[in-house]
């Protein structure tokens, strides 16, 4: 005689009270992290102010064709996507490049404000003096610092002290600093943004490029590397993409929530990778340029004429800022390419 067995009710009580201490965790981080939140958000508010709404549909259309072209590398859509990336970039970079260029923006260093500015005024780590005839066409913005104001001083924007204060101007929009321990963790972040705005990055960025470069030439990776960029340019470019994606999107979100030390720790990362993929591409174009001109040792001497052209473009930032994203996303995707290549080997 066969029984069926006995069907079990299934109790729901420990998925609802592990759903609920986890509302209840992600509630409580987010409250103990909304000042600082609110203060990052205004940040990347004032800086998203100065970016044409054109840069975001190039920004989407990047992501876009990247997911597109990773996920099915077809030869029709490689071309689709030459093109988008082409119109992408023609969009993002400049709007991009804007937000540096136009206006003025310090790391861990006062800034005194004379004058006329066309743009906005933005230090991190430091503090804002506006003199009597400061014109700035645009909003004034500190985090960890504080803004003295001159009665002549005018803003066309909002004067703001994000954890931080102002003085005597009624109009400003103070939020105040954190108390206790973390006043002091803020506070000690404020020598090391010092640091990085003092530090002199063209050049330190050119240093760890040609250093990443003569690491992988003297391993004997170099040309390789090059080939498979050759070989496969669109997915590579687009992998390379999605992988400075995954890096500066959690960063900021980091910097946002006020965790300063982990969002530096994941720019420094991408600055890192930035530098090594920049070293790949940069070997592959002067091998290829020095392949073409029959020049005794393509290898060396592809490699000096690709950092050669990397530091005689720091005196066109424009082409400097656009030669190091789109060269440090290729060769960063053909980073990735080559590893999933080495994995699949038997």
């Given at each position: 005689?066969?029984?069926?067995?006995?069907?079990?009710?299934?109790?729901?009580a420990?998925?609802?009270?592990?759903?609920?201490?986890?509302?209840?965790?992600?509630?409580?981080?987010?409250?103990?992290?909304?000042?600082?939140?609110?203060?990052?958000?205004?940040?990347?508010?004032t800086?998203?102010?100065?970016?044409?709404?054109?840069?975001?549909?190039?920004?989407?259309?990047?992501?876009?064709?990247?997911?597109?072209?990773?996920?099915?590398?077809?030869?029709?859509?490689?071309?689709?996507?030459?093109?988008?990336?082409?119109?992408?970039?023609?969009?993002?970079?400049?709007?991009?490049?804007?937000?540096?260029?136009?206006?003025?923006?310090?790391?861990?260093?006062?800034?005194?404000?004379?004058?006329?500015?066309?743009?906005?005024?933005?230090?991190?780590?430091?503090?804002?003096?506006?003199?009597?005839?400061?014109?700035?066409?645009?909003?004034v913005?500190?985090?960890?610092?504080?803004?003295?104001?001159?009665?002549?001083?005018?803003?066309?924007?909002?004067?703001?002290?994000?954890?931080?204060?102002?003085?005597?101007?009624?109009?400003?929009?103070?939020?105040?600093?954190?108390?206790?321990?973390?006043?002091?963790?803020?506070?000690?972040?404020?020598?090391?943004?010092?640091?990085?705005?003092?530090?002199?990055?063209p050049?330190?960025?050119?240093?760890l490029?040609?250093?990443?470069?003569?690491?992988?030439?003297?391993?004997?990776?170099?040309?390789?590397?090059?080939?498979?960029?050759?070989?496969?340019?669109?997915?590579?470019?687009?992998?390379?993409?999605?992988?400075?994606a995954?890096?500066?999107g959690?960063?900021?979100?980091?910097?946002?929530?006020?965790?300063?030390?982990?969002?530096?720790?994941?720019?420094?990362?991408?600055?890192?990778?930035?530098?090594?993929?920049?070293?790949?591409?940069?070997?592959?174009?002067?091998?290829?340029?020095?392949?073409?001109?029959?020049?005794?040792?393509?290898?060396?001497?592809?490699a000096?004429?690709?950092?050669?052209?990397?530091?005689?473009?720091?005196?066109?930032?424009?082409?400097?800022?656009?030669?190091?994203?789109?060269?440090?996303?290729?060769g960063?995707?053909t980073?990735?390419?080559?590893?999933?290549?080495?994995?699949?080997?038997?």
């Open positions: 005689m066969h029984t069926l067995p006995s069907l079990r009710r299934h109790n729901p420990p998925l609802l009270l592990v759903v609920a201490l986890l509302l209840s965790l992600t509630l409580l981080a987010v409250t103990t992290a909304w000042p600082n939140l609110a203060a990052g958000m205004l940040v990347l508010r800086l998203l102010a100065q970016v044409s709404p054109v840069a975001g549909v190039g920004l989407g259309l990047l992501l876009l064709t990247s997911l597109l072209v990773t996920w099915r590398p077809t030869p029709g859509l490689r071309q689709v996507g030459a093109g988008a990336f082409a119109l992408s970039a023609v969009l993002t970079l400049p709007a991009l490049y804007q937000v540096v260029g136009q206006g003025d923006i310090r790391f861990g260093q006062d800034i005194t404000v004379q004058g006329l500015v066309r743009g906005n005024v933005i230090v991190v780590g430091g503090d804002v003096h506006l003199q009597e005839d400061a014109r700035v066409q645009g909003e913005v500190t985090l960890l610092g504080d803004v003295q104001r001159s009665p002549g001083a005018q803003v066309s924007g909002r004067v703001n002290a994000l954890l931080g204060h102002a003085p005597g101007d009624l109009e400003a929009l103070e939020t105040q600093p954190p108390a206790g321990i973390s006043l002091a963790t803020a506070a000690a972040f404020r020598p090391v943004l010092g640091w990085l705005g003092a530090a002199a990055w050049q330190v960025f050119v240093t490029t040609g250093g990443a470069l003569l690491l992988l030439f003297v391993a004997g990776a170099a040309p390789g590397l090059a080939r498979r960029q050759r070989h496969a340019p669109m997915r590579t470019l687009a992998l390379g993409v999605l992988v400075l995954a890096l500066m959690p960063a900021l979100a980091l910097a946002l929530a006020g965790l300063l030390g982990p969002a530096l720790l994941g720019a420094a990362l991408a600055v890192l990778v930035i530098a090594i993929g920049l070293s790949v591409s940069a070997y592959d174009v002067g091998r290829a340029l020095a392949t073409r001109m029959r020049l005794p040792v393509p290898d060396a001497v592809g000096l004429l690709g950092l050669s052209a990397i530091a005689a473009s720091l005196s066109q930032p424009p082409l400097a800022f656009g030669l190091a994203l789109i060269g440090g996303a290729w960063a995707g980073l990735v390419l080559a590893r999933e290549h080495l994995q699949q080997r038997p």
